[in-house]
């Protein structure tokens, strides 16, 4: 498995950000949300709280199967207007 060094990660979010295809989306809001990746590429629209700036991920879809309540960023709620 390839693991990637925290003090890189900077960088692989510029390298990131000057894509534009949906892989890099979804790895830019995995950065900025500390999610899983399943959680990412399984939200949907209804989970995003915009007016609280957080996202509702469903107890069936996290690891532990407990409710979780991601912060949005300004930047992570950016992407979801992408």
Do not use: C
């Not at 999610?35 to 007016?51: K, S």
Request: no cysteine.
């Amino acid at each position: 498995m390839n693991t990637l060094a925290v003090i890189d990660i900077p960088a692989l979010y510029q390298t990131l950000s000057a894509r534009t295809d949906e892989h890099a989306t979804a790895l830019r809001f995995l950065i900025l949300t500390g999610a899983r990746p399943g959680e990412v590429t399984g939200m949907r629209w209804g989970e995003l709280d915009q007016a609280n700036r957080q996202w509702l991920i469903p107890a069936d879809r996290t690891k532990p199967k407990t409710p979780a309540t991601i912060p949005l960023s300004t930047q992570a709620l950016a992407l979801t207007a992408s």
